[in-house]
């Protein structure tokens, strides 16, 4: 993929490429008509993740005995997050993406032999929707802090959870959510990860939170008054849910990442159309210095970007992508395109303060990539750390 913002890359393969043409063809087809009245009613339809499975969208990275892919290369996940992070219809795409980078790899790494078999045919198939929850009202990046419990039901095989969560992307269409719970008293060694059935009695679905932006992408409260969770829905043994949650966290930055710098390509090459087109004292709006100025730094920008973030995603790809990495990456490429996207709107006048201009749902939609997946702040902490600091 090549194009006057994004300059010619060797990360990618022919059948890359392949899939990057079905990813945008099925946007195009399942979602694109349905963008509006997702954003009005808070959420996509659960039957686009039927059609994402049935398009390989979905759980290529399932093997295949159990009905995936079998793919275990992340490009094909970077090129769908490519595609969907510049789509009309991004803001309801992304509940795919959440679950193909972010929510199934708890099911295919930290699953054993009975919990694959129960799961991940389903999971393959669009029919079972996933979530993961972490954060609760009173612990946003600090994981540890983590206060909702799973006790053991005497010398029984059960747990019982009480507690709630908050923020969590899919709550209103999962139907089954892998659960940061306590355990123990440990800080860390206390915190482990269940898989909760949205069908078990005691579990409950609270708001769909109304957003600043991502107005298609169903945000919810869960709340568990004594749910009672079968031993058997442990993901790995008591006490290892903090290391299972760090070691998925890398990914899930650099996801966001990756998608932050294909967004700035798009915002830039919608805003690059405008200003050509756009006139004002007699002229196009990119002829002005200032204009040409702005775009020359933005696309500077988007292009070093582009360069690092395939980089790290070679990394990721051969094993060798560290937190650290994933934590730097994360904060820059947000920061990046919060700022652009800024920009972008100066450039589009009034107009890029209307709704019906894609560039003000970028607005809206860009400012919670700082927060989410870890804070700007936590993440140059982890940088920062790493310095000896």
């Known amino acids: 993929m090549t194009g006057v913002i994004s300059a010619e890359r060797s990360l990618y393969e022919d059948e890359h490429e392949l899939l990057r043409a079905t990813a945008r063809a099925f946007a195009d087809k399942h979602a694109a008509p349905h963008a509006e009245r997702w954003r009005a009613e808070g959420k996509v339809d659960r039957a686009l993740f039927e059609e994402a499975a049935r398009a390989g969208i979905l759980g290529f990275n399932i093997p295949e005995e159990y009905g995936g892919g079998g793919v275990a290369d992340y490009r094909f996940n970077a090129v769908i997050g490519e595609v969907f992070s510049r789509h009309p219809a991004a803001d309801g795409l992304a509940a795919v993406t959440l679950s193909s980078d972010i929510v199934i790899p708890y099911f295919t790494d930290l699953t054993d032999g009975a919990q694959k078999a129960r799961w991940l045919p389903g999971i393959a198939a669009g029919e079972l929707v996933v979530a993961v929850a972490m954060t609760e009202p009173g612990t946003g990046s600090d994981l540890a802090g983590i206060a909702t419990t799973a006790v053991r039901d005497g010398g029984g095989d059960d747990y019982i959870v009480n507690g709630s969560k908050v923020f969590i992307s899919n709550g209103q269409n999962a139907d089954l959510v892998v659960t940061a719970v306590r355990t123990g008293p440990d800080r860390h060694g206390g915190l482990s990860l269940l898989v909760i059935e949205a069908d078990r009695p005691g579990f409950s679905r609270g708001r769909n939170l109304e957003k600043v932006g991502l107005h298609a992408q169903d945000t919810s409260e869960l709340f568990f008054q004594d749910v009672r969770v079968p031993a058997a829905n442990l993901l790995g043994a008591e006490g290892t849910g903090f290391a299972s949650l760090l070691r998925n966290l890398p990914q899930e930055r650099i996801s966001i ?86 920009r972008c709107v100066q450039l589009h006048g009034a107009y890029g303060y209307m709704m019906e201009y894609r560039i003000a749902h970028d607005y809206l939609d860009s400012r919670i990539s700082t927060i989410y997946g870890g804070t700007t702040e936590i993440m140059k902490e982890i940088v920062g750390r790493d310095l000896g600091l």
């Open 257 to 342: 990442a990756a998608n932050a710098v294909a967004s700035i390509e798009g915002v830039l090459e919608r805003t690059l159309a405008y200003v050509k087109e756009r006139t004002a004292f007699g002229r196009p709006v990119g002829t002005f210095q200032n204009t040409r100025f702005q775009l020359a730094e933005m696309v500077t920008t988007a292009r070093v970007g582009r360069v690092y973030l395939d980089d790290l995603l070679a990394r990721h790809v051969r094993g060798e992508l560290t937190a650290v990495d994933a934590a730097a990456a994360k904060f820059w490429a947000t920061e990046q395109y919060v700022d652009i996207v800024g």
